[in-house]
């Protein structure tokens, strides 16, 4: 069975501080999926960024940046210079690819004040 | 970008009643759909996976009988939930992928269903 676990349920710092949620996940698949979402109040899902599980390789997008580390099964996220609009809920989320669904970690809420 | 779309985007009824959601790709073809159930406050549970032309593939603990699916073409899948009750008030989001599933094709998600029953 797929399981993803994010242990920091909330997490508030002040604005511009750089801020990392936590990912471990676990699967007995060779091939995986690994995603995070931002979920604002409003609710919809907001796609982050998907890694399979053959590319190690970080990734860093403007002020983001994913640490994915198979040795630890981790996926972990930061936010760099934090502002306000990244307060959300942020989800990771674990798929076996072809038909299956995601598996979501129960997310972390993350709370940027001014 | 793909896009999903999900309708209604929130909807209050009554104890007893049915009410429908739909989701649609609305520039790809997508075989599968999924559906998922967010409770506040917690996190998205996969219900059910929508395969087109054939039955969906149901969670554990999901009752097919009160949530029907129904995935009549490429673009379109419907979540029925049957004589709703106040626990069932929940927000519904549905996902779809283009082509062959993750391994080819991203994932997209609808705008969410929220439903909040009386």
Not at chain 1, 80 to 87: C, G, I, L, M, W
Not at chain 2, 87 to 92: G, L, R
Request: proline residues 3%.
């Amino acid at each position: 069975a797929q399981k993803v676990t994010q242990a920091q349920t909330e997490i508030s710092v002040v604005e511009k501080e750089d801020v990392t949620l936590d990912c471990v996940y676990e699967t007995r698949d060779t091939t995986y999926y690994l995603f995070w979402y931002k979920q604002p109040p409003s609710g919809e899902l907001v796609f982050l960024i998907r890694r399979n599980s053959f590319d190690e390789q970080n990734e860093i997008s403007g002020r983001y940046s994913w640490n994915f580390q198979k040795s630890t099964s981790s996926f972990n996220f930061t936010i760099t210079a934090s502002q306000v609009v990244d307060s959300a809920v942020y989800f990771c989320a674990l798929s076996g690819g072809g038909a299956d669904g995601l598996t979501f970690g129960k997310g972390t809420h993350l709370i940027i004040q001014p | 970008g793909a896009v999903v779309s999900q309708h209604p985007s929130w909807v209050i009824c009554k104890s007893g009643t049915s009410v429908k959601i739909e989701c649609r790709s609305l520039d790809f073809q997508a075989t599968t759909m999924f559906w998922y159930r967010q409770f506040p406050k917690q996190s998205l549970m996969l219900m059910a996976t929508s395969n087109e032309g054939s039955k969906a593939t149901y969670e554990q603990g999901v009752e097919k009988d009160k949530f029907l699916i129904n995935h009549a073409s490429l673009t379109l899948s419907t979540l029925t939930v049957t004589s709703a009750h106040p626990e069932d008030s929940s927000f519904y989001i549905c996902s779809a992928s283009p082509g062959g599933g993750l391994g080819t094709g991203e994932l997209f998600f609808g705008e969410g269903s929220r439903l909040t029953v009386l």
